[in-house]
Nanobody, 124 residues
Framework: QVQLVESGGGLVQAGGSLRLSCAAS????????MGWFRQAPGKEREFVAY????????YHADSVKGRFTVSRDNAKNTVYLQMTSLKPEDTAVYYC?????????????????WGQGTQVTVSS
């Protein structure tokens, strides 16, 4: 049974930082591209970042570029999202996702596996 378990969310002041983690089990982690998405109240889920199976390729949404960094540790079956210079508009539930096809992560369609999400709240 595949599980993606996010952690590291919480309440932080604007300008602060958080690091999210997503621990994967039940799959051959090193074969999967991994992604982060978020969903704010009343809004659709949106793509945040993606990292290739090897970690050699990454892509971040324009809204987070220069502030968020995705990384992974295949030895620990874990993907991370380092978030800095947080803004109130970053408030959302953050989800990690896994897919064998990186293109499906970027477009957010037909994704193989999702985590349950972790809440990030940024106060002004």
């Amino acid at each position: 049974q595949v599980q993606l378990v996010e952690s590291g969310g919480g309440l932080v002041q604007a300008g602060g930082s958080l690091r999210l983690s997503c621990a994967a089990s039940g799959l051959t982690f090193s074969l999967y591209a991994m992604g982060w998405f978020r969903q704010a109240p009343g809004k659709e889920r949106e793509f945040v970042a993606y990292i290739s199976w090897s970690g050699g390729g990454t892509y971040h949404a324009d809204s987070v570029k220069g502030r968020f960094t995705v990384s992974r540790d295949n030895a620990k079956n874990t993907v991370y999202l380092q978030m800095t210079s947080l803004k109130p508009e970053d408030t959302a539930v953050y989800y990690c996702a896994a897919d064998l096809q990186w293109r499906e992560l970027v477009v957010g369609r037909n994704i193989d596996y999702w985590g349950q999400g972790t809440q990030v709240t940024v106060s002004s």
